[in-house]
């Protein structure tokens, strides 16, 4: 059975494209055949990774950054074949790979996609204000973070903290906290003027936020922080310690979980709340999450 490779070739300023050759080298190296497909633009990977699942490709390493393996992860939810994930982090974002403590180098990685040892984690599904439906493997967030990952996508900085912090900086210039409220599992959890709400199934976010520090992707529940409507200059000035995971103590974040979120703007006014998705804008909330337990088979 060919091994399925799907390629951003734009991922981490063009690291994409430049790991071609190691990726397929690795594969054939390892005795294997690959079936590459190097993608043209958002969204192609969804449908090119289910496609390759139902084929038969086992397993498809997901060549890129954080938005490839969500579009990967999304065609294999899709295909329903159980069909392992194996991810090659070239792009600016590697947050799920930090979580999995999977290695950062091209070669080590192809080897450990191709693996047989495998484990299944959680996926979360994301019901937006339209009614779409998409899958994420690693954290939502609704509110700044979305307008981050907005600005995130001009960004032509390379590495994956100093793009991020640019954007954060800027977008927070101009950005200010919006009424949420947090419900889960059916119940009012949390309401109030925020920066964000994320719910996490990953540890980081955002270049290596450890946004929810004790988060397990295989424990069959969403890991709900919010970051309350402190001043811009507090929020900047906190940062560090999100990146360290001190933050956590801070009486302007609140910290939940639970299998089912629903997250809803309190005031019409304040126009459309953005939603990001594994670090790609996807829509509006109202949003609904609802975690589904051992859902998506990786390399382990």
């Not at 994409?16 to 190097?38: D, I, K, M, Q």
């Not at 009424?179 to 719910?199: E, F, H, K, N, Q």
């Not at 909330?285 to 390399?299: M, Q």
Request: glycine residues 16%.
């Amino acid at each position: 059975m060919p091994v399925g490779v799907v390629i951003n070739p734009v991922a981490g300023g063009g690291r994409g494209a430049r790991a071609l050759g190691a990726v397929v080298s690795g594969v054939h190296r390892l005795g294997r055949t690959p079936r590459v497909h190097v993608t043209g633009g958002p969204g192609e990977a969804i449908a090119v990774a289910e496609r390759f699942a139902r084929d038969g490709c086992t397993p498809i390493l997901a060549v890129g950054g954080d938005g490839t393996t969500n579009e990967v992860a999304n065609g294999l939810l899709r295909a329903g074949t159980g069909t392992p994930l194996g991810i090659v982090p070239v792009g600016r974002g590697t947050d799920l790979v930090r979580t999995l403590g999977g290695p950062t180098d091209v070669a080590a990685s192809v080897a450990r996609g191709l693996a047989p040892e495998t484990r299944r984690i959680d996926a979360g599904q994301a019901t937006l204000a339209d009614g779409s439906s998409r899958w994420f493997v690693n954290a939502a967030g609704v509110g700044i973070d979305a307008e981050v990952a907005a600005r995130m996508d001009t960004s032509r900085l390379l590495g994956s903290l100093l793009p991020y912090l640019v954007a954060v900086v800027a977008t927070a210039r101009r950005a200010r906290p919006v009424g949420l409220r947090v419900d889960i599992d059916g119940t009012p959890a949390w309401s109030g003027d925020a920066w964000t709400v994320v719910v996490a199934n990953g540890r980081y976010f955002g270049g290596g936020m450890r946004i929810v520090p004790a988060a397990d992707p295989g424990d069959g529940r969403f890991g709900v922080v919010a970051i309350g409507g402190t001043s811009r200059g507090e929020l900047l000035r906190n940062l560090p310690r999100v990146y360290r995971g001190t933050h956590v103590g801070h009486p302007k974040f609140w910290q939940s979980d639970g299998i089912s979120v629903l997250v809803s703007p309190t005031d019409a006014s304040t126009g459309a709340v953005r939603v990001q998705l594994d670090g790609e804008v996807a829509g509006a909330a109202p949003v609904r999450f609802a975690i589904h337990p051992a859902a998506l088979t990786v390399a382990r």
